[in-house]
C-alpha cells in the first residue's frame, strides 16, 4: 500500500519564477492538504482539496493556487517567488469519512529553495 | 496570543528519564487533537490522538484538560530513539483547517 508520495524532492528556482508541486494521496484517501513549514516552525496550513474543490485556505497569498484531479491526486502552483517562499513543502492526505478530524498521513515533502 | 502554542525546548534528557510536554489552545471550540511526532528534515508522522478521556499507547500517554485549554504527552523511560521534535495538532472549531503548534525538540542522551 503506497503512502503519499510528492515530487520533485528538491527544487532550486530563482525570484520571479513559478514552480509547480505534485502530490498522490495514500490509496483509499480523498482529501489532500498542503502545508508550508519553515526551518525550526511548525506546517502552516496553506489548503485543502476535496472533491476538486477548495474546501478551506490559510493565510496565504493568492500567489499559492492548487488543484486536484479526479484521481485525488492534486498539485501546489506559486508564482512570483519569493526568497521567502523557502521552505519545505508537505502534502497531507487524509479520508473525509473521519469528518476532517484532522487524521492525516504526510508526505515526505518538497524542499524548495528560492535564490 | 497564538492559536496553538508550544514550548520549542529542548528538553535534554537522560535515557529511562520521564517526560511531560504541555500544548496550549486558544479556541475552545476545537474538537479533535493529535501528537505527531517528526525527525529532522522528515514529514510528521501520525503518534497518536488525543482523547477526551486520555489514551495510553505503551510508554505514552497523552491528556487533554479542555477546561485550561491544553493538552500533554507523557513519555515514559525515555529511550534514544525518541529523541524527535513533537508536534500537537489541534481541529475543529468550525473549520477543517489542522493547527500545528511549532514543535517541541526532545533530545534523550545516554
Known amino acids: 500500500d503506497a503512502g503519499v508520495t510528492q515530487s520533485p524532492t528538491h527544487l532550486i528556482k530563482t525570484r520571479g519564477q513559478q514552480v509547480t508541486l505534485r502530490c498522490s494521496p495514500k490509496s483509499g484517501h480523498d482529501t489532500v492538504s498542503w502545508y508550508q513549514q519553515a526551518l525550526g516552525q511548525g506546517p502552516q496550513f496553506i489548503f485543502q482539496?476535496?472533491?476538486?474543490?477548495?474546501?478551506q485556505r490559510g493565510n496565504f497569498p493568492d500567489r499559492f493556487s492548487g488543484h486536484q484531479f479526479p484521481n485525488y491526486s492534486s498539485e501546489l502552483n506559486v508564482n512570483a517567488l519569493l526568497l521567502g517562499d523557502s521552505a519545505l513543502y508537505l502534502c497531507?492526505?487524509?479520508?473525509?469519512?473521519?469528518?476532517?478530524?484532522?487524521?492525516?498521513?504526510f508526505g515526505p515533502g518538497t524542499r524548495l529553495t528560492v535564490l | 496570543r497564538k492559536e496553538v502554542e508550544q514550548d520549542p525546548g529542548p528538553f535534554n534528557v537522560p535515557e529511562g528519564a520521564t517526560v511531560a510536554f504541555n500544548c496550549t489552545y486558544s479556541n475552545s471550540a476545537s474538537q479533535s487533537f493529535f501528537w505527531y511526532r517528526q525527525d529532522c528534515r522528515k514529514e510528521p508522522k501520525l503518534l497518536m490522538s488525543v482523547y477526551s478521556s486520555g489514551n495510553e499507547d505503551g510508554r505514552f500517554t497523552a491528556q487533554l484538560n479542555r477546561a485550561s485549554q491544553y493538552i500533554s504527552l507523557l513519555i515514559r523511560d525515555s529511550k534514544l530513539s525518541d529523541s524527535a521534535t513533537y508536534l500537537c495538532v489541534v481541529n475543529g472549531g468550525g473549520s477543517y483547517i489542522p493547527t500545528f503548534g511549532r514543535g517541541t525538540s526532545l533530545i534523550v542522551h545516554p
Open positions: 497531507a492526505s487524509s479520508f473525509s469519512g473521519t469528518g476532517g478530524s484532522g487524521e492525516q498521513f
Open positions: 482539496y476535496y472533491e476538486e474543490e477548495e474546501r
